[in-house]
């Protein structure tokens, strides 16, 4: 349908959490670090959205839609939703007659469905990007179709029905890999101590930060250590307050965020990490060697932020603490068992930089550019 003699056009769709947002974004910037011009790469997704925010501030084009997440039951929200996501790939059919789309990528979410649509609605190619261990529900759908598939994780291709399949890794931030740990403590202005990284992902983590309260008594105002602590926006009032009620003022050694602009500073600053088990969290968290507790989200789609952290503590890259054992006393005894036992920190540390792929990114790229008519 389209004019084959015309420009090479980029359509890169993915969002609804930063596990989706933040590959698409490290693709977005591999193109345009080979050459593509930003005037050729469009971000379709929801401006309601954390994709909005991150694609606005770096200057991409963004292309808008309201589709929504895919409510679970069979009800009256069901039927609502399937409209909502016809109305959402009408829009998105407009933007493919106005720009005409070379290629389509996805990342992964109910925000890409409208784009996948349409791409097989219009004949267009489209290479798909699967971040966990047990791909999504929109990865699996729209799989057969796909002219290529790039993924996490080995364990994920029995899930998917394709015959061209990539385990590529995530792709994350160049500055993972350009960014020494020496120059990262050196910006956030922190000194050559022990540094426990606390973090729940862009949203935070209320059983994470509800069991960390005994880690900060210990560690608090303690020669040698610093404690960074990510608590989600959502969560950060709640737990300043308690901080404050605890100790009258921050302790010397505390940096509490509600989210730090530049995550990769503060993972490439740390010798320790409590995450949940989100695969991007995992990606970076390898990026950097880092020990690691993860204490998987039980909500997840699919429960897929378990089999995640199942995946990595079975191959000793990571311990993990379920969501319903986790506590402060449990989870700092985790921490202390850990600190006092250099060697098994030093094993994490390697078996975690014996998975890390740092060159996913450019990997994704060139299947994305095989594919293209």
């Not at 954390?50 to 292309?63: D, H, R, S, T, V």
């Not at 069979?74 to 070379?102: D, E, N, Q, R």
């Not at 796909?146 to 990539?166: M, P, T, Y």
């Not at 932020?305 to 989870?331: G, R, T, V």
Request: a positive charge.
């Amino acid at each position: 349908m389209f004019n084959k003699n015309k420009k090479t056009t980029y359509f890169i769709t993915g969002g609804g959490t930063g596990g989706h947002i933040y590959p698409a974004i490290s693709v977005i910037d591999e193109l345009k670090a080979k050459g593509v011009e930003n005037e050729n790469i469009f971000y379709l997704g929801n401006p309601k959205n954390l994709e909005y925010e991150i694609a606005k501030k770096n200057g991409y084009n963004f292309l808008s839609h309201s589709a929504k997440g895919m409510p679970r039951k069979l009800s009256p929200k069901f039927f609502l939703w399937l409209i909502g996501l016809f109305i959402s790939t009408l829009k998105v059919s407009t933007y493919f007659l106005k720009y005409k789309p070379s290629v389509v990528f996805a990342t992964g979410g109910y925000v890409c469905a409208p784009a996948l649509f349409c791409a097989m609605l219009f004949n267009i190619p489209y290479v798909l990007h699967d971040c966990d261990i047990q791909p999504g529900i929109v990865t699996k759908f729209f799989a057969p179709k796909a002219k290529s598939i790039s993924l996490a994780f080995e364990g994920a291709k029995k899930h998917v029905h394709s015959k061209n399949i990539e385990v590529n890794g995530n792709p994350i931030r160049q500055e993972f890999k350009t960014i020494s740990k020496t120059q990262a403590r050196k910006e956030l202005s922190l000194k050559d101590d022990f540094t426990i990284l606390i973090m729940g992902g862009s949203l935070g983590a209320k059983t994470i930060n509800d069991s960390s309260f005994k880690i900060l008594k210990e560690f608090a105002n303690k020669d040698g250590y610093k404690i960074l602590w990510q608590t989600g926006k959502k969560n950060f009032d709640d737990v300043t307050k308690k901080v404050l009620e605890q100790f009258e003022e921050l302790p010397d050694n505390l940096v509490l965020q509600p989210y730090f602009d530049k995550m990769y500073l503060a993972l490439l600053s740390s010798d320790l990490v409590i995450s949940r088990a989100g695969s991007l969290s995992l990606s970076e968290i390898c990026a950097c060697s880092l020990p690691s507790i993860l204490i998987p989200y039980p909500y997840a789609s699919q429960d897929h932020q378990k089999k995640n952290a199942l995946s990595l503590a079975k191959d000793n890259i990571a311990l993990m603490l379920e969501d319903k054992d986790c506590n402060n006393e449990s989870l700092f005894e985790m921490v202390n068992n850990l600190i006092s036992n250099k060697e098994k920190l030093s094993n994490l540390s390697y078996n975690a930089s014996k998975i890390a792929k740092t060159d996913s990114a450019s990997k994704i790229v060139e299947q994305i550019n095989s594919v293209i008519k």
